[in-house]
Each structure stands twice: as C-alpha cells, then as structure tokens.
C-alpha cells in the first residue's frame, strides 16, 4: 500500500500504541470535549476518490495540550454495497486510524476519543494525511469499496450539527433491529475486532443483545459477513438452547472457547452473575452488581461523576475489561437496555437500582413506567447509605428481596446445627449367627450421638 506521501510509519503494528499525556499534542473529542464518527455508503457520482476535507483548525493550527471538537465523517460507493453495511465499516474507523503511528482512537459513535502525538505533528502529521490513510486502507480491506472520501470537523458549531445528524442515522439503524429476538434467527454472529487489546474477548452479537461497543447489531453482522466472510465478524450456528432465561447456547459456548483459546467456556447473554459475556473495553456501559442493595447499577461512559462505589466509569472499566469475565460485572451497548432480554435472568429493570441521569433519560421509554421514578440517579444517590434510603423510601422491588433475605438468615439461625463427630476410619465388632465374629468397618464416618459419655478407662 502506497504511504509515501505519509510524514509518518502507517501499519499493524501501532495499532496498540498508547498515547500517553506526556506525549500528546492535543486530544480530540474525548471526555473533555466532543465528537462523533459516522460512514455512510453513497452513490458512486456523489464519491470523489481520496478527496479530504478538513472543517476547522489541523494539527498544526491547534494549541499543543489542549482539546478540541473532533468528527470524522467517511462517505464510501461501491456498486456492491448497503446500507446494512454502513456500521460494521464505520467500526473500523476505529482501527484503521490507529494504524498511523502517532495517532490514538478510542471508542465508538458519539463518544469517541482520539489523540495526536507531539512527535507525530512535529513530523509533519496531518488530518488530510489520517484521511488518505483511511481511504486507503478501506479500498484495501474491502474489494466492494471503490471510492472513499473522509471529512474532518473541529470547528464547534459544525461538529454540534454533525453530532445531532450521526445520532439520528445511529437511531435509525438501531430502531431496525429491536423487535427481532433470539428465538427468531437461525444463527448468531459474533466479532473479534477488539482482541487487539482484549485477547480473549469474543462479541456475541444476537438479535436481542447488540454489541457491547454499540457499533453493530445482528443485521449489520449478517451484511459483514456476507461482503467479507473471512474477516473478523462471522457467524455463529445457534446449537442447543441451554437455559433460555440465561441466555446460554452450545454454540455459543464452542465458538467463545476456540476463539477465547480456552479461557472463556460458558457464556450467559442474559446475566451479569457466574458466567456474563467477555467485556472488552469499548463497552459504552457497564452493568455492576451492588452486594449492599442486591440491586444493579448501571454506568454509561460519558458520565464523569462517581458511582454509589465511589468511584468513576474509569475505575470500574479499567477492572473489568480486557477480554475477562468478571462475576457481578459486564459491559453492555446502550441498544441492550432497550432488548426485552435486558439481564432477564437477574431480574430485568426491576433490579436496576441506580444510574447516571443523563443515561436514564436517553432509555427512559425502555424503563417500565411503575419503575422509572424508583430508580436513583447521581441527584438521588451518591453512596451506599443514601442509595439505600432512597430505594427504601421509593419502596423499589429490590427492598422485597431484602426482607426475604432477612427472613432466610433468621431461619438459618434458629435452625440448631447439627452435631456430629467426624472420624476417618471406624470399626465395629459384632457377632453374626451362623458366621462367627465380625469387624464392620466404615470408612469416613459422622457419627450423630443425642449424648456422649466419656468414662475412664478400667484396667
Ligand atoms: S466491542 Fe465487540 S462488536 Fe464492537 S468492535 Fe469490539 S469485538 Fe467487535
């Protein structure tokens, strides 16, 4: 592939490369400004091939250190493409960049994180330069892609716009696949873009559970598969429905061990507890368990507060990613809280206690009506103690269980524990007609006695 016009290394290799704050230039979009991604297939008259427009100030323009509004917009034709194609290819916007030494992607859709290195602006490094690189790298991977052109936004007002457009294309894509549940396909898909930093991390992605990056739903794996049945999104045959309130298949199963090389054997779609999908580290949420409330919360990415825990998305997204399965905690797309599956088998939304204000609003109409003003937000709670008195207070389903859990913990103490003696080895002597003496010898014995009298032994 042809970089020489590129000031900087383009390849594989950087894909991993971390940008740390020492090394930034500037941060684009990010927590601390905004932004959005979005690729779109056009007619091919509307395509000018490798054509990069950049809307505000580049690299060069910018004051080192500091962060600013950042949207990419890639427009591809091809006479073979669709629509249903546009959010598997917008996904690998994500590692198509990272491929330019020097420039660091993050995320997905309207919160991604992007960062250019001090080292790579003072090579010369461009915005026009990332974009020939995109174009280029999108005509190589897929065959069907014949043009590509990429805008860049980092002008305030113009990304603001951009965002409110690419959030109603992400509607719209996402609207197409609720409705359509597990049992009514015949096959799953499944990804592993994200073992680049996650190794054993496998995406399962099934009509009712999108994916944990929120990039593509069941329709859009179906289209990846079929333009590229070889790449990293590919299908996954259902086998045998093992729990259907979990959400546990064979196939499910098999195809996580071979890809997770062993590590990952049994995967619960519908459950944050024992078994909960791999979470790699592009989830746009987490769902996590809270012992103290036996309730869930749920965290979304852009919230910058603390959670009842008392610590930030960060943390907690730090502990749990990376391609493991945590007990308790999983990583989930935004879409999923809209599936009538939604963590079915540990209650649904009746034991979501707790969750960013701004997250509860944007899935309010997913959140049934009786439940929406018992569960908490950042105004409600802040901690274990105030979580607690506000879901007493809202008389919220969990407090049910807690009072049969008290009921449980009584029972158990009233119930005197049985008493016994263990003894590895006992024997018996008797006598049995017809035989004579015999020794009976029980191996591993408890031996339950109303009274033990222990007298001294006479000579
Ligand atoms: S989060 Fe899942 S679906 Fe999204 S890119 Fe990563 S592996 Fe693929």
């Known amino acids: 592939m042809a970089f020489e016009d590129i000031p900087v290394d383009v390849g594989l290799i950087y894909e991993g490369e971390r940008i740390r704050k020492a090394q930034m230039y500037a941060d684009l979009a990010g927590p601390k400004s905004f ?30 250190g500091k962060a600013y509004p950042f949207c990419i917009y890639v427009e591809v034709a091809g006479e073979k493409l669709e629509e249903d194609l546009e959010g598997v290819f917008e996904r690998r916007i994500h590692d198509f960049c990272n491929y330019v030494q020097g420039f660091m992607h993050l995320n997905s859709r309207d919160i991604i994180w992007c960062r250019v290195s001090k080292d790579a602006v003072s090579k010369g490094l461009s915005l026009h330069h990332v974009g020939k690189v995109l174009a280029r790298i999108f ?82 794996g179906r289209a990846a598969v079929k333009v590229d049945p070889k790449g990293p999104i590919f299908e996954i045959p259902k086998g045998e429905l093992l729990d259907p309130v979990k959400g546990e298949y064979s196939g499910i199963n098999k195809v996580f061990a071979e890809k997770s090389g062993g590590t990952v054997t049994r995967v619960f779609l519908h459950s944050v507890f024992e078994h909960p999908h791999t979470s790699c580290g592009c989830f746009e949420a987490i769902a996590f368990y809270i012992p103290e409330v036996d309730g869930i919360g749920i965290v979304h990415r852009d919230f910058r507060g ?154």
């Open 35 to 64: 932004g959005a991604e979005l690729l779109r297939v056009k007619p091919m008259d509307e395509v000018e091939d490798e054509k990069v427009t950049v809307i505000g100030p580049d690299f060069k323009d910018m004051e080192q």
């Open 139 to 220: 005509k190589q991977e897929y065959e069907a892609i014949k043009k590509v052109q990429v805008t860049f936004i980092t002008e305030p007002e113009k990304a603001k716009e951009f965002i409110e457009m690419a959030r109603e294309v992400y509607e719209k894509r996402d609207s197409r696949a609720r409705g359509l549940k597990d049992e009514e396909v015949d096959v799953f898909y499944g990804c592993v873009l994200c073992q680049s930093f996650a190794p054993t991390h496998v995406c399962a992605i099934t009509p009712s559970r999108p994916s944990s990056c929120g990039a593509i739903t069941w329709f859009e």
């Open 306 to 459: 603390v959670t009842p825990f008392g610590i930030p998305f960060s943390t907690m997204a730090g502990q749990v990613g990376g391609g493991v399965q945590t007990d308790g905690f999983v990583g989930i797309g935004v879409e999923y809280m809209r599936s009538s599956k939604f963590l079915q088998a540990d209650g649904g939304w009746k034991r979501i206690v707790w969750m960013p204000k701004a997250l509860k609003e944007r899935v309010l109409n997913a959140i049934p009506e009786e439940l929406r003003d018992k569960i908490a937000t950042e105004e409600d709670a802040t901690d274990l103690e105030s979580l607690k008195k506000f879901l007493e207070e809202k008389n919220h389903p969990v407090v049910e269980r807690w009072a049969k859990e008290e009921e449980k913990k009584e029972e158990a103490e009233e119930k005197p524990e049985e008493e016994y003696v263990e003894m590895p080895t006992v024997e018996a002597k008797a006598f049995a007609p017809g035989v004579g003496n015999i020794t009976i010898v029980f191996k591993n014995a408890k031996i339950y006695a109303e009274k033990i009298i222990i007298k001294r032994g006479s000579k």
